[in-house]
C-alpha cells in the first residue's frame, strides 16, 4: 500500500507526459480526458468484477487477472499500432512538404524573376 501512495502521483505523471509526447499539445486535452474517463468507468466495474471474482470463480483471481492482462495487451497493441500508422503517415506528409518545398526552391533558383512574373501574368490573362 505505500508503494502505491508513493507510486500513484508518477503513474499520472508518467501518463501525461506519454499522453504529450504521442498525441500533441493541441490534443492532449482530449486524449488526457478520455483516459481519465476510461479509468473512471474502470473504477465503476469494480464491483461486477470483484462480483465475478466470489461468486463465478469461487475467490480464485487468475482467471479475472489473465482476462483483464489480455485486454490490456490487445489494448497496448492497438495504441502501438495507431501511432506506428499515424507517425507513417506524417512522415509520409512531411516528406511531400519538403519534396514540394525543394522543387519551388529549384525552380525559383534557376527562373530569373523576369519569366516567372511573366508566367504569373500569363496566368492572369
Known amino acids: 500500500m505505500i508503494l502505491f501512495v508513493l507510486l500513484r502521483p508518477l503513474y499520472y505523471s508518467a501518463m501525461s507526459d506519454y499522453a504529450t509526447k504521442v498525441f500533441g499539445f493541441a490534443t492532449f486535452g482530449q ?3 478520455a483516459i481519465i474517463c476510461l479509468s473512471g468507468l474502470g473504477n465503476l466495474l469494480q464491483p461486477l468484477i470483484d462480483a465475478a ?3 463465478l470463480f469461487a475467490r480464485n483471481p487468475i482467471p479475472v487477472n489473465v482476462a483483464l492482462a489480455a ?13 506506428r500508422v499515424q507517425g507513417r503517415r ?8 519538403q519534396h514540394v518545398a525543394a522543387a519551388a526552391e529549384e525552380r525559383r533558383r534557376l527562373v530569373p524573376e523576369s519569366i516567372a512574373e511573366d508566367e504569373s501574368e500569363a496566368d492572369w490573362a
Open 71 to 83: 485486454l490490456g495487451f490487445v489494448f497496448g497493441v492497438a495504441l502501438v499500432a495507431f501511432v
Open 53 to 55: 471474482t466470489v461468486e
Open 31 to 33: 486524449i488526457y480526458g
Open 90 to 97: 506524417v512522415r509520409k506528409k512531411q516528406a511531400l512538404e
